[in-house]
């Protein structure tokens, strides 16, 4: 069984994997994330091009460069990478080879629509007169820069099956096994994760959220949370209210045997309760080191943050109004005492 834990971004699925390394019979990878399957040129735009809704060869061929190119990112230096570059690398090319059914060299159109106004200029400049005059002069084709090796790949053979073997590749380049129950965090996007499920081996998701009070004043305040939380809206409460809303408002929120929603407060506040919830949605019983990992008593910390940062009360306040159905009642408990250590 393949279990991806996921949010929105900075909702706490990391406080549900460090809950699921206290079980003994789960393999939980939490240094990596395979993000192949969500992330833009990655497997569900590849599925869309070259399976769904291909249009004539152009939009395979696009989506199997634009994917080779995505491979390089394993080459920049200093950034931290999570899977061994030359086994990922590795891997990505295996898996996107396998997919072609064809290649040649020529040029299309996305090769001058490269946002480059004189390189545009320049490519179709090759393509109208440079080209054809001069196979004229030497009376054979002449296939160089700027044309290009292009690919063809209409709904490829095995499409799915080798999709989960390079996964599997993965997994297994990340020290986990993909034959036993493996974790790993943000594999899934948390708004629709069933997009995902085609690519793994018996998948199940839980999907973490979160308090949008909380999460509006860690975004503002992300320089009190190690520097995170700068991918969403800083600055403004309205333009994060509809951040907020739409990643989320055309989702059932329902439980199902593969998908699990979670609740970042409940995790702490409800502790107890959510671990059983769990356990059944997994199938594991054996808590061998309870709170080991997950430690409630410093989590909390990151919740009721309103009361961390009374200035921003009109913030607040718009914030319920706006999206009264995501809050938590905070009211059922304790107020938090601040004096600890939110991370």
Not at 108 to 134: M, R
Not at 154 to 161: C, V
Not at 232 to 259: A, C, G, H, S, W
Not at 282 to 294: D, R, S, T, V
Request: charged content about 30%.
């Amino acid at each position: 069984m393949f279990v991806g834990v996921c949010g929105y971004g900075a909702t706490g699925s990391s406080a549900v994997v460090g809950l699921l390394k206290e079980y003994p019979e789960l393999m939980v990878c939490d240094k990596a994330e395979i993000q192949e399957a969500f992330k833009v040129d990655g497997l569900q735009d590849l599925e869309y091009h070259l399976v769904k809704q291909y249009s004539r060869h152009i939009s395979g061929d696009a989506a199997i460069v634009r994917f080779k190119k995505s491979i390089t990112y394993y080459k920049t230096p200093v950034v931290k990478k999570t899977i061994p570059p030359q086994m990922y690398i590795k891997a990505a090319n295996k898996f996107v080879d396998s997919l072609i059914q064809g290649s040649w060299y020529g040029i299309d159109n996305i090769d001058y629509n490269t946002g480059h106004p004189l390189l545009n200029f320049i490519i179709l400049l090759y393509k109208k007169l440079v080209f054809p005059n001069y196979e004229k002069l030497i009376g054979h084709p002449f296939d160089h820069w700027p044309a290009r090796k292009m690919y063809l790949s209409i709904n490829p053979e095995g499409f799915y099956e080798k999709a989960k073997c390079y996964t599997d590749e993965l997994i297994r380049a990340s020290g986990a096994d993909p034959e036993q129950t493996v974790v790993f965090d943000q594999v899934f996007e948390g708004n629709a994760p069933q997009n995902c499920f085609p690519f793994f081996r018996d998948p199940k998701a839980i999907v973490v959220d979160r308090d949008p009070r909380d999460l509006w004043l860690f975004s503002k305040y992300a320089r009190d949370a190690k520097g995170e939380a700068r991918f969403m809206p800083r600055q403004d409460v309205k333009v994060f209210v509809e951040y907020y809303k739409r990643l989320r408002e055309n989702q059932e929120r329902k439980d199902t045997d593969r998908i699990l929603f979670v609740r970042f407060e409940d995790v702490i506040y409800n502790y107890d309760e959510t671990v059983k919830r769990i356990e059944a949605f997994l199938g594991c019983e054996n808590h061998a080191e309870p709170k080991k990992y997950f430690k409630p008593e410093i989590s909390i910390n990151n919740t009721r943050l309103m009361d961390r940062y009374p200035q921003c009360k009109k913030e607040i306040e718009y914030i319920e109004k706006m999206l009264p159905e995501y809050l938590f009642d905070f009211s059922k408990y304790p107020k938090v005492d601040y004096s600890g250590v939110m991370f």
